[in-house]
C-alpha cells in the first residue's frame, strides 16, 4: 500500500498554492470591498481602494524592472504607504526591507549597501539623514520621495514622488503568488548593539503562518480596529499589515507615540486592538488625568518586551487596555511566544494575575518548538522556575537566516534549533521566564544574577520611573550589580543608599546593586533601554 | 542580488515543520493540560489526557506493524474513540480511513478493500453489517472492537477491545510529524450516487490549513465548547476534531441526532459552536414546545448543504442558533467556501437576512480560489447572478485526487481547477449561488430549470416537511419538473393541483411541477436527498 497514496496524486495547478500573505489581501478586497482598511487623519481608504494601489505599486517596481529577488527599502512611520509597502513590494516578487527610522547615516548607508537595495522610498522628515546616508554609497538606489500632507513642507528628497510612482503603475496589473513559498518576503536589520547589524531573512510560507497565528492567537475578529503604536519597520510591524487583512480589518495609522493623540484614536475609531513595547504604554500610564478621562471601551494590547515592569500590566488594566504579554525578535517574525492566559487567574489579585502574565510564556500555536536548553547539552533544562537555560524555538515562524552571513547563520542554528540568545527558566506549568539577556548575566563570586530580578524590584520603588541593571567589573568578586536609574519628573533627588537598601530588604544581599547612578538611559528606537552603552560607560569611569 | 536570498539559507530542522494537525494537540495539552477536551456522558477528559490516550493509540499501532502510508479504518458515532482516532492514526504515520456508519455491507467490503485498511476499529452497533461486509474479504483487517458503556450489552466482533488495544501503547511514545506534509492524513470515500465510491484522499498540509481557517472564518475563541451534531466520519468533521485542539476547545460527543439530548447538552454545557446538514436544525426545529423552552445561550451553527432553506435559516435564528452559511465537499476538505456575513445585513428584515444567508458564499480565507467558470471555456462567468457556470475551487483545500483513480482525478481537475460539478451563479458582490448539481439541472424545452429554486418555493408552503424535484423525461418538452413531497406531520392531505397553483402564483409557467408525488423521500446518511433514487422510480412508473 505505501506507495498508493502517492501514486497519481501530484500537486497540480488545483490543488496546490505557495502560502504567501500577499494572498489575504485580494481576498479583504473580493470579500470586503467597502470595509475601511486604512486610515490617517483625513485619508481613509477601502480595502479594494487599497488592493489597487498595492497592484499599481506592484506594477510600478516591475516597470522600473525590479522583482523576484531584489531589495526594496522603506524608510517611513506608520502612514498608509508604509502599511502598502508591506504588499506592494512582495507582490512584485522583491524583498522588502523597512528601516528604523531612528537610524544613523552609517547604519542605513551600511543597509543599502548590504541589503543592495535598488528602489528607496522615503519618507521626507528623514531627508537630511537619508541624504547623508547617501552620499557614503556609491551605486545609489532610485529613490521615492513620499509626501504627508500633514507634515510641514520640506525639501523633496528625489524627483519622483509616492503617488506618481503609483500613479505610473497598472492598476489591473496581474501579480502572482511567489514561485515557492520558501522564497524571502522581508530583510530586516537586528539592531545589533556590538558588530554590523545582521540581515534578517524571512519568507513568504511564515510571514502566512504568523499572520494566521496572530488571528488564533489573539482571537481576532472580523473588522478589529488595530491601531499602530507598534513601528511597521519592527519586524514588519509582527506580521499584523498581514493579519488585518485575514479579517478585514482597520489600520488605524499613527506618525508619533503621543498620549494625546492615541487616545483620541482609541475613542474615535473605538479601537480593539494594539501592540507595543513596554514604553509605549508607559507613555499612557504616565499621561495626565485629562487625557486618561477620554472615555473609551476596553482594547486588547499585545506588550513585547524581555520583561514589562509588573506596574505597566497593572497600570494598562486599570486604564482599560487588556495586556496580553508576547515574546520574540525579528528572527521568528516578531512574536513567536505568548503568556496564554487562563481563565482561572481571573480569581486571583491584580498583583498575582500581573505576576503571571509577567512570563514569557509558550510557543505561537504555529510555531512548531519552544524549549529552555542547556547551550552545551542541548537538553531540556528541568521544569523547576530555578534551573537557567537558552530560549530556543524551531519551526515555520523561523527565519531562513542572516543575508550573506553563512557564520552567523550557523552560529544561530546551531544544534539544530534557533538560538535567542535570552536566558530564562521554565516552570512546573510549561510557561517560560526571562532572566536575562546572555550576554546581560552578572556573574559575581560563581553566582548567577539575572539583573531583570533586580531592575522588577527598584520598578517597586514608586520614586523610580526606569532601571537598568548591568555587571560592573570587580576584583574581588568578578562582577557586581552597578543600577543606572532615572526618577519620576516631579520627585526629589533620592540618594544612593536609599536605593541600595531598598533592595537589600527585597534581595538577597549578592544581588543588590554595588552602585547607583542617576540619569536618563540610553534607547533603541524600539524604545529597548542599551546596556552595552552602559557597560562602555562604566569601563570608562572605572 | 537575486541569489543573495537563497544562498546559505536553506530549510533546517530549526526553521522548517512540515504543517500537520496533529502538532495541535500537543500544544494543547502542553498549554492548556487541564481543560477538557472530550465530554461523552460519565466520560470527560482533558487534553493531557486525551493526548496521552492518542500517544498509546499510535504506539499500538506501530506494535501492529503499521505506520507510513498504511490505511486505518474506523466505523464509529461520534464518541471519543472516533476523536482520538483523528490524532492516534496519523500520528502513527498511517492515513484514517472513516468510514459513513450508514453504509451497506456491499459498501463497507468495497471500501475495505479498495482503501486497504489494515486494521479497522468497530463500534458494536454496526457489528452485524460489519461481519457481513467481511465474509466477503479474502484478507481481513485488524480488528478492535468499541465498547460503549451507555449501550447495552451486545456481543463482541473482535478479540481485542479498545481501551485494551490503547493499553498495549506507550503513553510515552515519541510519534513524529510527517517527513512530507503532501503526505496523506486521510481517505473519505464519497457516496456516490452511481458507480463505485471513490476515495478522496487529503493531505497534512490541507488539513493543517482547513483548522486553522476554521478558526479564523469562525473567530473561534479560546475553549469554544463544540457539540458533534456533524459526524466526525463526514470529511473528518470539517477538520473540526483538529481546529478544537488550537483553541483547547471541548469536544461534546454525541451518539445520535434526537433533539430532546442535543438541546439538554446545550443547556449542560453552554454549547457555543455546533454544525451539521439542514436535516439536524430541521430535527432542533421541529420539535415540540417543552423541548424548546429547556433555555440556552446563542449557539454559532455552521450550516452546510446544497441549499438550505430559507425556513431554516430563519427559524434556527429564532430558537437562538446563530446560522453561518458554509459551502463545500468531501474532496475540499468539508466546507471551503462561507457566506460571508457584513455588518449592514443586520439592518436587514429576517427574510432578507434569511436571502443573503441562503448564498453559498465566497472562498475561505485559506482557499486559494473559487470562481463560477464556464465549463468549456474555463472562464469566468459573467457577475450577474443569472450566467450558470461550475463552482472550480483551486488551492490547497483541495484534495491530492482520488485513489487509485487516475482517470477520476485528471477529469476533477482538468483545465487546473477541481470541478465540483455544482452548478452556480455568481453576484456582483462575488458571492455565489448554487443553482443545481450538474447532473440535477433540469433542461425543458432548452431552458435550464434550476431544481433548488422550485424547492424553496415549495419550502414556502407550510404544509410542506420537506422537498425535492428532479427531471421527468417528457416527449414534447424533453425534461419536465416533476416535485416529491413529504408533508407535515400533522397535516391533512394536499393535492397534487393545490401543489402545482401554489408555483404557478410564484414562478414562471414552465418551471411548475408538472406532477407532485407524495411520501416519504429517500436520503444519504448525512441527510442529503437522494434524487438519483427518484429518477429511478420516476423511469420505473412511466
Chains 1, 2 share one sequence.
Not at 86 to 111: C, E, K, Q, W
Not at 395 to 411: C, F, Q, R, S, V
Request: hydrophobic share 40%; proline share 5%.
Amino acid at each position: 500500500m505505501h506507495e498508493s497514496f502517492n501514486l497519481d496524486l501530484e500537486k497540480n495547478e488545483g490543488n496546490y498554492s505557495p502560502l504567501s500573505p500577499t494572498s489575504l489581501i485580494s481576498w479583504a478586497s473580493d470579500v470586503y470591498p467597502d470595509r475601511l482598511a486604512v486610515v490617517y487623519g483625513e485619508c481613509k481608504q477601502t480595502w479594494q481602494e487599497t488592493y489597487t494601489r498595492c497592484r499599481q505599486f506592484a506594477s510600478a517596481l516591475r516597470q522600473l524592472k525590479v522583482g523576484y529577488g531584489d531589495t526594496v527599502a522603506i524608510m517611513a512611520p506608520n502612514i498608509p504607504a508604509m502599511f502598502e509597502a508591506h504588499y506592494g513590494i512582495p507582490m512584485s516578487g522583491a524583498v522588502i526591507n523597512a528601516l528604523n527610522t531612528r537610524l544613523d547615516a552609517g547604519a542605513i548607508a551600511f543597509m543599502l549597501e548590504h541589503g543592495g537595495a535598488k528602489v528607496f522610498f522615503v519618507d521626507r522628515e528623514y531627508r537630511t539623514v537619508v541624504n547623508e546616508a547617501l552620499k557614503k554609497l556609491e551605486k545609489k538606489p532610485y529613490l521615492v520621495d513620499i509626501i504627508d500632507s500633514s507634515m510641514p513642507d520640506m525639501e523633496p528628497i528625489a524627483e519622483v514622488e509616492y503617488e506618481n510612482f503609483l500613479k505610473s503603475g497598472d492598476s489591473g496589473f496581474k501579480w502572482s503568488l511567489p514561485n515557492d513559498e520558501w522564497d524571502a518576503i522581508a530583510l530586516s536589520y537586528t539592531s545589533g548593539t556590538t558588530g554590523d547589524p545582521k540581515g534578517v531573512v524571512t519568507h513568504h510560507r511564515g510571514a502566512y503562518l504568523n499572520a494566521l497565528g496572530n488571528v488564533v492567537t489573539w482571537t481576532m475578529p472580523y473588522f478589529s480596529r488595530y491601531l499602530w503604536t507598534l513601528p511597521m519597520f519592527h519586524c514588519n510591524g509582527w506580521c499584523f499589515p498581514w493579519t488585518l487583512a485575514a479579517v478585514a480589518g482597520t489600520s488605524i495609522c499613527l506618525r508619533r507615540i503621543e498620549a494625546q493623540t492615541i487616545f483620541r484614536l482609541i475613542r474615535d475609531y473605538d479601537v480593539t486592538h494594539m501592540c507595543g513595547a513596554p514604553v509605549v504604554y508607559n507613555t499612557l500610564l504616565n499621561t495626565s488625568e485629562s487625557d486618561l478621562q477620554i472615555g473609551f471601551s476596553r482594547v486588547k494590547g499585545m506588550i513585547a518586551g524581555a520583561a514589562p515592569p509588573r506596574s505597566v500590566i497593572e497600570g494598562a488594566e486599570v486604564i482599560g487596555i487588556d495586556l496580553t504579554h508576547v515574546y520574540g525578535l525579528t528572527e521568528v517574525y516578531g512574536p513567536a511566544a505568548v503568556c496564554a492566559q487562563h481563565p482561572e487567574w481571573e480569581q486571583l489579585s491584580l498583583e498575582q494575575r500581573a505576576q503571571k502574565n509577567g512570563r514569557q510564556g509558550v510557543r505561537y500555536v504555529v510555531q512548531d518548538g519552544m524549549e529552555v536548553l542547556n547551550g552545551e547539552t542541548m537538553l531540556p533544562v528541568p521544569r523547576d522556575g530555578r534551573t537557567m537555560g537558552e530560549i530556543c524555538f524551531r519551526g515555520n515562524i523561523t527565519m531562513k537566516g542572516y543575508l550573506k552571513n553563512p557564520n552567523a547563520t550557523n552560529e544561530a542554528f546551531e544544534g539544530g534549533w534557533f538560538r535567542t540568545g535570552d536566558l530564562a527558566v521554565i516552570d512546573e506549568f510549561g510557561y517560560v521566564t526571562i532572566k536575562d539577556r546572555s550576554k546581560d548575566i552578572i556573574i559575581s563570586g560563581g553566582e548567577n544574577i539575572s539583573t531583570i530580578e533586580i531592575e522588577d524590584v527598584l520598578y517597586e520603588d514608586d520614586r523610580i520611573l526606569e532601571a537598568a541593571v548591568v555587571a560592573q567589573s570587580d576584583e574581588k568578586w568578578g562582577e557586581v550589580p552597578c543600577a543606572f536609574v532615572t526618577l519620576k519628573s516631579n520627585e526629589v533627588a533620592l540618594m544612593e543608599s536609599e536605593v541600595i537598601d531598598f533592595c537589600r530588604e527585597r534581595l538577597a544581599r549578592y544581588k543588590c546593586p554595588k552602585r547607583v547612578v542617576f540619569g536618563v538611559l540610553p534607547k533603541t528606537s524600539t524604545g529597548k533601554i542599551q546596556k552595552a552603552i552602559l557597560r562602555d560607560r562604566l569601563e570608562q569611569n572605572k
